[in-house]
């Protein structure tokens, strides 16, 4: 049975980055650094498109539409009254201190001072305890908000947030890095629109619904409830009024909620110049991630010649010295120092190739990357299957990426994830690269105990890879690679 590579949007999608790939077990990469609530890519992100039942961009009407639409309201109802309380203890400090201030300053009264220093302490309590859990907290209910207006308002809104510092977080960083974000500032005043004017587009439809059905259907169904009082308020009359009543908040609820949503693009879509700043932010992080890379792989080239092939040579070189001293006086042991310095150039030859292998393996560079992977897969002592085949070549450095981080891949399922049998599908699809490793391992993968995974979103930075890992405890471990790339023509060896 052929197992595909999970895709990448049924998984973790995780920017390329980070560092040397020995590792841990095959493990889940969350996405970028910092604490579990502000994983998420650097760049603008459209939000999931939602379950099938999801309201697109066309407008729907109907009955169940129109219901559909009015619970959606009121729940987005619900996300603007949660985000004004948000900002009512956001400001509740700063307010306080500066009420506190201005009573210093004009006021009198032997009062004065005491009601000044409690002002003053309950400011600057709330906005020590109280503001970045608000503005954290405005964050949230704003990413909820981009997240629902694409589910359900068939409204997509990208984000982007600065990304958070490294290092300890102490109240005067987090407070920094919060009020230095511009998005936190459209979140705040998102919190203030959606309060005054996302009501507006969110209630009416629910209310009309429900008023229809209360006062002016429902006293004909139970005799407890007062009609609505008009001249020739018949039985007949208030059913039909009712029910326009009911079918017009129905019509309206759909086109509210569309409006709802465009109105929450308005607000807290970022500005066109904030993916070009996102790009040349990530173009100057992988560039000094390629450069890193390049001198630690520099680095150890020389060191494995100089422990190895070098080493070696200097050996024989000695060797033969040897020999040559002593091959009229003990023509014996010469012939023996010329047979050990035939091994250790074999041993030095052998040691050459595997050092170039590791540059640049010959079988990828005369048979392409889907081969290369397919001898990978007959070394490993793993039971490997494989799929897929790639019509032409990728760019030379894209293939020298993949092939290692699919080696790096079956390296750490060999060590660590205890599998039967592993998956690899390999193809290129939509102009991207798709490189799937999936086991059938004890899963429960971890990237806190190991660089694997790290070493191999370093390898995919500089080609805007993407790496997507699924290891829930007791397996499979499943992880895709995707480089955009394009193929050229498919190359074969001349031998």
């Not at 250790?344 to 990828?364: D, F, Q, W, Y």
């Not at 894209?398 to 998956?423: I, M, P, R």
Request: contains cysteine.
């Amino acid at each position: 049975m052929t197992v595909p590579a999970v895709p990448a949007s049924l998984v973790s999608a995780v920017p390329a980055s980070a560092a040397p790939a020995s590792a841990g077990p095959a493990s889940a990469v969350p996405a970028s650094a910092g604490p579990a609530h502000e994983r998420h890519p650097a760049g603008p992100v459209p939000p999931p498109a939602g379950p099938p039942g999801a309201l697109r961009p066309g407008l729907r009407f109907g009955f169940r539409a129109g219901v559909v639409a009015a619970t959606r309201g009121l729940a987005f109802a619900g996300l603007a009254v949660a985000g004004l309380g948000l900002l009512l203890v956001a400001l509740a400090g700063p307010v306080m201190a500066l009420l506190g201030t201005a009573i210093l300053l004009v006021g009198n009264g032997r009062q004065r001072l005491l009601t000044v220093i409690v002002l003053l302490l309950a400011g600057l309590a709330l906005s020590r305890f109280g503001l970045p859990a608000a503005l954290l907290g405005l964050r949230r209910l704003a990413r909820l908000t981009r997240e629902l207006a694409g589910r359900w308002c068939g409204v997509p809104i990208g984000e982007y947030y600065r990304p958070r510092p490294a290092g300890p977080m102490t109240w005067t960083r987090l407070t920094g890095w919060l009020l230095g974000d511009r998005a936190t500032w459209r979140d705040v005043a998102w919190a203030v629109v959606n309060a005054a004017v996302g009501l507006i587009l969110t209630v009416p439809a629910a209310a009309d619904i429900l008023v229809g059905l209360v006062k002016f259907i429902g006293p004909e169904l139970d005799r407890h409830i007062r009609p609505v009082g008009y001249p020739g308020n018949s039985a007949g009359s208030l059913i039909i009024l009712g029910l326009v009543i009911i079918a017009a908040g129905l019509v309206a609820a759909p086109a509210l909620l569309r409006g709802y949503g465009l109105l929450a693009r308005s607000i807290l879509a970022p500005p066109g110049h904030a993916e070009l700043e996102r790009r040349v932010q990530r173009l100057t992080e992988t560039r000094f991630e390629a450069l890193d890379t390049g001198a630690a792989e520099i680095r150890r080239i020389e060191r494995d010649l100089h422990d190895g092939a070098q080493a070696r040579l200097i050996a024989m070189g000695m060797t033969l010295d040897a020999a040559g001293q002593i091959i009229e006086t003990n023509p014996q042991a010469a012939r023996a120092l010329l047979y050990e310095a035939r091994d250790t150039s074999i041993k030095a030859l052998a040691e050459m190739r595997a050092l170039v292998r590791g540059i640049h393996p010959p079988v990828l560079a005369d048979r392409g990357l889907a081969d290369a992977i397919r001898a990978l897969a007959l070394d490993s002592p793993l039971r490997v299957s494989l799929t897929g085949d790639l019509p032409g070549r990728p760019p030379a450095p894209v293939e020298s990426a993949a092939y290692f981080a699919a080696s790096e891949l079956l390296a750490n399922v060999a060590k660590h994830a205890e599998a039967g049998q592993t998956w690899i599908d390999i193809r290129h699809t939509d102009g991207m690269l798709r490189l799937g490793v999936t086991d059938d391992g004890r899963g429960g993968a971890d990237p806190a105990r190991g660089t694997g995974l790290s070493g191999i979103e370093r390898r995919l930075a500089p080609f805007d890879g993407v790496l997507a890992v699924s290891s829930p405890p007791g397996g499979p471990t499943a992880v895709t690679m995707e480089v955009p790339c394009a193929l050229s023509s498919a190359k074969t060896s001349s031998c």
